[in-house]
Each structure stands twice: as structure tokens, then as C-alpha cells.
């Protein structure tokens, strides 16, 4: 099964940030579709940016992709709005890289929809606090992986051997390999 995957990057980064353009790799390697929309013109609007402008912008780019199977993805805001927007548009999964649990913003606190998720997050994330990420997961009893720190992300996507213990496991193409699977299948935790 293949489908497309829309890639929202974080607050103060870009489209063609090392997170986003590693996991459009990864995709296209799996042949699926992506995209990667510029919120730059928004995260400029404040101190976290137009969060609900950034939502109808990610909306709309999902509503117009649902011929197929749709995955949203995205790093710490991109991660944020992600979720919110898998609530109004169905999708088939989700890939969170250290999504924030509460902002100072509107709408408040992470919400999801309850589809296939893999969280990916540092332990020593100085923002978003893992323990945190750690009870929305359990709650939801997504699939997450964890990694020392955000920036081995990129390094062990493209560089770290599978089956390498100390890669960490944080491999993008993990909500991938779980939509081809099927339902009722775990990837581990």
C-alpha cells in the first residue's frame, strides 16, 4: 500500500528542514507521495505564531489529498497541528517528532485522532518535557521511540544500520511499515 504523507515542519524551521527533507526521503523510498507546506508566513505572527491559521492551512492540504491514504507528519508545532487536524480529516496515520502536549495558544492542548502513531522524542528535549509525552502516549497507547536527544534523529534515519541497537529506532518509515501491515499488528514500543 503506498499513499501520500503532507510533512509540517516545526516553528522557527522551514520546508526543507533536515527532519522534514529526511522523512520526504524516506517516503518516496517507500513510494509514497509527499509535500511539505511553508508556514514561515505565519510563525512570524507572535511568539508561536498563527497556531489556528496554521491548522486551516494544513486542513485544507489535507482535505484536497484524500483519495488515498493520508499520514500527516511533523516536527514540535508541525507535530502539534498534525494531531489537531487528523480530528477533522480522516488519515491513516500519524508521525509525531516531539510534539508539545500544552501550548500558551489556541487550541491548548494536544489532541489526536485515534489512528496508528508513532511519537518519536528526546529524553533530553529542553522544551517539551518527555514525561510528558510519555502519559499522552500511554493514555492514547500510541507507539513511540525514544532517542538521547532530538538532533540523532536525522543522523540515525539516513546513516544508522536497522537493526542497530544503538540507532535508537527512530525511523520515520515506521508508520509506513505499519499501515502495509494491517491493523492489530505492533511495531513495539
Not at 486542513?59 to 494531531?83: C, D, E, F, Q, W
Not at 489532541?111 to 529524553?123: D, E, F, L, N, S
Request: proline share 9%.
Amino acid at each position: 500500500m503506498s499513499g501520500h504523507i503532507i510533512i509540517s515542519h516545526g516553528l522557527d524551521s522551514g520546508p526543507d528542514a533536515t527532519k522534514a527533507t529526511a522523512l520526504a526521503k524516506v517516503a518516496s523510498q517507500m513510494g509514497w507521495t509527499h509535500e511539505r507546506p511553508d508556514y514561515r508566513d505565519l510563525d512570524v505572527i507572535g511568539p508561536l505564531g498563527d497556531v489556528p491559521g496554521r491548522i486551516l492551512r494544513l486542513g485544507a492540504r489535507a482535505h484536497a489529498n484524500t483519495r488515498k491514504p493520508l499520514v500527516l507528519a511533523g516536527s514540535s508545532m508541525g507535530a502539534y497541528i498534525s494531531a489537531h487536524v487528523s480530528r477533522e480529516v480522516p488519515v491513516a496515520g500519524l508521525f509525531l517528532m516531539a510534539p508539545p502536549i500544552a501550548l500558551d495558544a489556541n487550541p491548548r492542548y494536544l489532541k489526536a485522532a485515534m489512528v496508528p502513531t508513532r511519537i518519536v522524542h528526546g529524553w533530553e528535549d529542553e522544551l517539551i518535557p518527555a514525561m510528558d509525552v510519555v502519559r499522552w502516549a500511554q493514555r492514547r497507547q500510541d507507539t513511540w521511540c525514544w532517542c538521547p536527544t532530538a538532533t540523532a534523529w536525522p543522523r540515525t534515519w539516513s546513516s544508522a544500520p536497522r537493526s542497530s541497537a544503538a540507532s535508537c529506532r527512530c525511523f520515520p518509515d515506521a508508520v509506513l511499515r505499519r499501515l502495509r501491515q494491517g491493523p492489530g499488528i505492533p511495531v513495539g514500543r
